[in-house]
């Protein structure tokens, strides 16, 4: 059984920073990319980083500057750096991984952890 457990969403005032840490435990071989996704209310859920497992990384445009996605493959970690955090980035925020548990590769997702940008 794999799970991704995602930590650090919260209140925070617009301008402000939040880190959000997703870590995956369980029968893993190895993990492809992660990434993570957010969606706002009566919003599709939307890709705001990925990062490969090279650390090649890619960034949602409405995000590109403020948000830095990076990974520790030695503690199967992602994490999300949220800068300048604005009131359109209010959402549940998803970890996603795809990982590879020896007889194939599937995606994983995390419950979901919510930021709240408001003043």
């Known amino acids: 059984q794999v799970q991704l457990v995602e930590s650090g969403g919260g209140l925070v005032q617009p301008g402000g920073s939040l880190r959000l840490s997703c870590a995956a435990s369980?029968?893993?071989?190895?993990?492809?990319?992660m990434g993570w996704y957010r969606q706002a209310p009566g919003k599709q859920r939307e890709l705001v980083a990925a990062i490969t497992s090279g650390g090649s990384t890619n960034y949602a445009d409405s995000v590109k500057g403020r948000f830095t996605i990076s990974r520790d493959n030695a503690k199967n970690t992602v994490y999300l750096q949220m800068n300048t955090l604005k009131p359109e980035d209010t959402a549940v925020y998803y970890c996603n991984a795809h990982i590879v548990v020896g007889v194939g590769g599937y995606d994983y997702w995390g419950q979901g952890t919510q930021v709240i940008v408001s003043s």
């Open positions: 369980g029968r893993i071989f190895s993990i492809n990319a």
